[in-house]
């Protein structure tokens, strides 16, 4: 018998099994994919982002998960070495209502108790990013703000959960979730069966094709978002030397400049509402609106040393904020849904909330006491 399965090793099912194995019982993953992380957690911006993005405005869960999230990823990177950018961020301004935008988010966040930020001159902004547009207003240094190697981070948190104990399992797919008993059935494409006190279903986009799977009606509804992207080859490296914001929408973080970890520089997202979870293809259209959009922050930009085309579907849902919670009709089964942005931020903020928060408020759950466990 199982007493923890978790549906799903993106960064959030993984970050879930590496806390998870720091507690006594047995822990197992189930990912359909070749590759951990393979899906949403590697098609995405990469972006640790900074707390003053995360306003409590946004969704309290987005916030609180997020703040959490950013500080325990500054821990994780260093305790398992992962390839970071981290020379912060700096949200523009192209008009004086924007630049008051920015003004308004720098209080709101010192009222939140963020106080890292500081407003930069349109000089002092230019002195910093000479490649920025020259008719930007001003900006907003965040300092906090990274970039991070995902699929590295997934790697070694999944390689410090395996030597604790977590057993994952790839190319593992789940075609149903019943009640049992004693639990729960799970069952796989070749019909396998696992028996699990507990389900984790941390399927991303498809977290709402596994809740179909066993409740009357799914308490969160699911909304594809595509995000696409154009990546600059390392040759661009050193072109923009911080990650660049426009000034923040009500509902999105906009087209942003996102220079990555391995010297590459990511231009993107576009966010369009589609059918299907499945297919993530750019188009050319999203890919003339980055083109657009990043023209407006900075200038000559070296689109010739463009290197690939990208898409990711944001897992959303109709509630802006995530939905991280024991489904009522069965406590011991907890959906993690609606994890679009700042899900990788949050995730490990996200796995710490879910032990402590839900499995500990149903049942105690023991930390382990061994002395060569791989903490961090
Ligand atoms: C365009 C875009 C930009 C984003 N930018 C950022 C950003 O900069 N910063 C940030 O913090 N967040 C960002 N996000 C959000 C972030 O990527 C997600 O919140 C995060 O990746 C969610 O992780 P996850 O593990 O829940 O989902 P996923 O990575 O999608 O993992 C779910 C896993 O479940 C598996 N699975 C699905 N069905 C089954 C099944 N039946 N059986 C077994 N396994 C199954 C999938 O194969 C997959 O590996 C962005 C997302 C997108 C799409």
Do not use: C
Not at 119 to 148: I, T
């Amino acid at each position: 018998m199982i007493d923890f399965l978790i549906i799903g090793g993106g960064i959030v099912g993984t970050a879930l099994a590496h806390e998870l194995s720091h507690y006594r019982g047995r822990t197992v993953v189930l990912e359909k994919g070749r590759t951990l992380s393979g899906v949403q957690s590697t098609h995405n911006s990469a972006l640790v982002h900074p707390p003053a993005m995360m306003p409590a405005a946004k969704g309290k869960m987005k916030s609180v998960l997020g703040r959490n999230g950013s500080r325990l990823h500054r821990i994780l990177a260093e305790r398992f070495d992962v390839p970071v950018f981290q020379h912060g961020a700096i949200a523009t301004a192209r008009t004086d209502e924007e630049l008051g935008k920015l003004h308004w988010l720098k209080r709101q966040s010192e009222a939140e108790g963020v106080y890292t930020i500081t407003m930069l001159s349109r000089e002092e902004m230019l002195e910093r990013e000479p490649n920025l547009h020259p008719e930007l207003k001003g900006g907003l240094f965040m300092p906090e703000a990274m970039s991070a190697d995902t699929a590295v981070l997934t790697d070694r948190l999944a390689s410090n959960a395996r030597s604790n104990g977590a057993e994952i399992y790839l190319n593992t797919e789940i075609v149903d979730l019943r009640k049992s008993e004693t639990g729960f059935e799970v069952e796989t494409t070749d019909g396998k069966v696992f028996q699990s006190r507990f389900v984790i279903n941390a399927a991303g986009a498809a977290a709402g094709f596994i809740a179909g799977m066993i409740e009357d009606s799914v308490p969160f509804e699911p909304v594809p978002r595509r995000g696409e992207y154009l990546v600059l080859g390392k040759q661009a490296s050193g072109f923009i030397n911080h990650i660049i914001y426009p000034p923040p929408t009500s509902r999105t973080k906009g087209i942003l400049i996102i220079p990555q970890p391995d010297g590459t520089i990511r231009l993107g997202p576009t966010d369009i509402k589609q059918n299907s979870f499945r297919f993530a293809l750019p188009t050319k259209e999203g890919i003339d609106q980055i083109k657009n959009e990043v023209n407006m922050l900075a200038t000559g930009i070296p689109y010739e040393l463009t290197e690939r085309h990208y898409a990711g579907i944001r897992s959303s849902i109709t509630d802006p904020d995530f939905y991280i919670r024991s489904s009522e009709k069965h406590p011991r089964l907890i959906h993690l849904a609606g994890l679009d942005s700042p899900g990788v931020t949050a995730a490990p903020a996200i796995a710490s909330y879910v032990v402590s928060d839900i499995i500990q408020n149903i049942e105690s759950v023991e930390r382990k006491k061994d002395p060569d466990l791989a903490e961090y």
